[in-house]
């Protein structure tokens, strides 16, 4: 339906309509349990990428597909400017839920449906993306095609990134037909906002609707590596010990304990450990395992860092092991636009609904856009917290909610 | 070569016969690095038993082999009285090394020798015994031979014992020709001494030459599971965390704390742990790992092991998981005879080697037979402690004197 800007009325979200897209394009790759599985380039994600194309296309947005596969369909404005963006991923993890991603790019769908139905038009062009390979389950790194649709990762780098199958980005997107001609890296975008469902607690547990999200913390992966001397746990007083296993449970209390004293919004996770030679009776000779710092201050988790460095240097000391790490990942914080995250909590507030601002534990397209543009997101909860999850979920009239934001938001941006 | 009684003289261990047969033995099962994998049962334990017992009729000892396969040879005696036994076991671990169980075997033959050669004849028999599966690696339990050998463990349910490849050992035991004939759980010993190899660091670590082995520690193992909520290490705050993975770590650094505390000798190992989903940014829902808990004195080892219990379910309650347990091992100390740990030191100093007492860390059959006869044990030192372990070395020195202590301990018992 082509937008009748001469019936102008105040745009309405058809939550229905926003739901059974959400529904539809969640049957293609479904898994037991409500969930998703389309990883990135799969032909699970060619067939979903194909539905939103042709919703794309039945709105009549300009649809462009650039070399890393990334689409973005246009709803012309009033102006030739640059386009007030949303959008997100369409990929999901092996284990994934129908929201996560597909709820920003679907939303931002349905912004475009409400206008057209309401016959309002902007006076910037609005469009609606959906990025390549966000998750980073098949290829690495993850936020993939937002990376290269902003410049900062060259395109034939990010297409010669073999995945977990061995095979290529380029030859999947080859392969799956969505190695577009449009050209990646000399993008201009006017703002980018992103809808997206928290993947926490914290809106739920606080009983809030909106999260204006303020930034994305900075992220630190270490992986630590302890090797000490296996012996019989019968046989070897404590004293003749040098115990790999002991050295990874002090290093896991104390990156813990450390939260409670580190300004912030101080994160710290011990989720991967693997004991060698991994039996009852014998005193563990290699333990390796990964401590996850999240910090919202650069500074704070700068310190984080060094703290648990110095900190395990000293106990593989005192235990007489060898200790080496090795840095997984390493990304600043982020912060989004002031006036970006100040628009979502008027808005959230003009429809009545409760906002608070926070930050983004996860990362997402958005952050890489804040290098190009104003840019920011705006959260609905996640009940119980869970995504990567085919129990993810996210209430109907919390949809409703982000979604009105997101309408205002992207007319706001627009004017 | 029958025994001369009438050119009795000072009997003396032939190091080199000792050392002929330990390499000779260490052949059959031979594995990569100089180790032994003679599983309980398989067919390089029958040609293992097969090889031994050659020798003992070579020595002209009455052998029998009773319903569980444990195979004793017997020196008359001048009386017709219970004999003094020794002996040990010749199954391996997988890995295992080629002193552990067989040096006790094979001493006790050179025992045996050295008597002959130096033509003394003793009042009480002589009896030099392996018992079938010390080990446990393939059926459980451990020391499974002397345990139906002392009574304990009735036949039947000894052979009805399913493998870790689902046969039986009463199958197996008929398979390789080892169900004798001879009844067993009605043995009369007169007492039971091992010479046995430390399996631990103390004696080398100390400079000592033989340990009077005063008795076998108490042991308890527990495997807790620990069951959390798996939520994403960036979107989840930590006051709204249930980690299981955080109460294994607190629980490992209990335990060795709580060594520095309790009096006896006492040990905690946590040696094997599991996190699920085991992922860098997943908060773990689940955590199972082992504590391994042993101390020389029951009372000590009974208060650490509720201490544990009141500690892991303290700070389960306090980060919001579900705690289990079930207790996979639980051994009472084991006392050794004074009379026999007192001569073991006497015999010891006699022959100008340094001695010191100390508990086993490792179960052996000696703590069987001590429910039935006076027993003991002989340690013998373990370069760097290691044991079931292709590397396992004691030097031939430390066998020599270690043989020297059995013979005159056995001349004593006997007289």
């Known amino acids: 339906m082509k937008p009748d800007h001469t019936l102008q009325r105040p745009a309405r979200i ?55 596969g990334n689409v973005v369909g246009v709803r012309a404005g009033q102006e030739d400017l640059p386009p007030v963006m949303t959008g997100s991923h369409i990929d999901t993890v092996r284990t994934g839920g129908r929201y996560d991603g597909n709820l920003g790019v679907l ?71 969505y190695d577009g001609p449009a050209p990646a890296g000399q993008n201009r975008v006017h703002a980018f906002v992103e809808l997206h469902v928290e993947q926490g607690p ?17 992220i630190h992966w270490t992986e630590f590596t302890v090797e000490g001397t296996s012996n019989h746990a019968g046989t070897t007083p404590m004293r003749l010990r040098h115990d790999a296993g002991i050295v990874a449970a002090r290093i896991a209390c104390f990156v813990r304990d450390l939260t409670r004293e580190l300004g912030g919004a101080p994160l710290a996770t011990v989720g991967q450990v693997q004991f060698f030679p991994n039996l009852v009776n014998v005193i563990p000779n290699r333990a390796v395992f990964t401590v996850d710092l999240r910090n919202t201050e ?87 917290g869970l995504s990567h999850n085919v129990a993810e979920l996210t209430h109907d009239h919390d949809i409703q909610a982000g979604a009105d934001v997101l309408l205002d938001l992207m007319l706001e941006l627009a004017a």
């Open 107 to 177: 939303a931002g769908l349905e912004v475009m449906a409400a206008l057209d139905d309401a016959g309002i038009a902007t006076r910037r062009p609005l469009a609606v993306a959906f990025f390549t390979n966000e998750e980073g389950a098949r290829f690495a790194p993850d936020m993939m095609g937002s990376l290269v649709f902003q410049g900062d990762l060259p395109l034939q780098q990010a297409l010669d990134t073999r995945g977990i199958d061995g095979t290529t980005v380029g030859e999947n997107l080859a392969r799956i037909g």
């Open 14 to 68: 058809d939550l229905p309509r926003l739901l059974r897209r959400i529904a539809a394009l969640a049957e293609v790759g479904a898994i037991d349990g409500g969930g998703v599985c389309r990883l990135a380039l799969t032909d699970e994600d060619r067939m979903g990428r194909d539905l939103v194309v042709s919703w794309m296309r039945e709105l009549g947005l300009s649809v462009s597909i650039d070399g890393i």
């Open 202 to 218: 914290v809106l739920e547990h606080e009983d809030v609707t909106i999260g204006a999200v303020t930034g994305v913390q900075g």
């Open 298 to 384: 650069g500074p704070v988790l700068a310190d984080a860092v060094q703290r648990t460095l110095a900190y395990a240097m000293d106990v593989a000391k005192a235990e007489g092991v060898r200790l080496s790490h090795r840095t997984l990942a390493d990304f600043a914080p982020v912060a989004f636009d002031e006036g970006v995250v100040a628009r979502v909590e008027s808005i959230a507030r003009r429809h009545g609904h409760s906002v608070r601002r926070m930050p983004s534990g996860a990362g997402h397209d958005a952050q890489i856009l804040a290098r190009m543009c104003p840019a920011g997101m705006v959260f609905v909860p996640s009940v119980a």
